[in-house]
């Protein structure tokens, strides 16, 4: 099944098509040089359809969107996420146990918006309406979210999601320094 196009109060989020490439100039231009982010483009405009055809999980990029002007304003999606959850004190563990360390997959959440758009709450806007679907359509038993210490903002979204806040208690891998969870308190049997 592919993911329809969400809609919020003030944005849309859909898939990303090759249209949107000097809308992914302008936001990835400080991670990738002009090759890439086409390479990428053409992968995540692709991406949601093949998925859905292997009955696969949306996992991928979405183009976040004002509704008022059609401006791409960020990128949100779902993301496998791998890391040594068992460290986290909230998914019952012993954190000094061997299994503890191992990675294991999550159904991860994940927002980045234009400098320009961020401190308006779109990325909370857009992730209540990407739970919505997880918890909703997907049925799915929690989502995680991951980020580094020095990435307040991103904590601050976690907080106004309902996300429980977890600190990984080691300093590997730099970007599991921060974990927020949200279990899903209406799913079904």
């Known amino acids: 099944m592919r993911m329809p196009t969400l809609e ?13 490439l000097e809308a992914c100039d302008r936001l990835f231009r400080a991670v990738w040089g002009a090759p890439a982010r086409r390479e990428w483009l053409e992968w995540a405009s692709r991406n949601d359809k093949e998925l859905a055809e292997l009955y696969q999980p949306p996992y991928g990029d979405r183009a976040l969107t004002l509704k008022a002007t059609g401006e791409i304003i960020g990128s949100v999606g779902f993301a496998p996420a791998f890391g040594p959850f068992g460290l986290l004190p909230g998914f019952g563990e012993d ?66 999601l309902g996300m429980r806040i977890e600190r990984n208690p080691r300093t590997e891998p730099a970007w599991f320094q921060v974990v927020g969870v949200l279990e899903n308190e209406g799913q079904r049997g």
């Open 8 to 20: 919020t109060e003030r944005c849309a989020i859909r898939p990303f098509a090759m249209g949107d």
């Open 95 to 160: 954190p000094g146990s061997p299994s503890a360390r191992r990675n294991v997959p999550e159904f991860g959440l994940f927002w980045m918006l234009a400098p320009e758009h961020r401190g308006r709450g779109y990325a909370t806007e857009a992730g209540r309406a990407l739970i919505a679907h997880a918890f909703g359509a997907l049925d799915l038993r929690r989502i995680v979210a991951t980020t580094e210490h020095e990435n307040q903002a991103s904590v601050a979204v976690m907080r106004r």
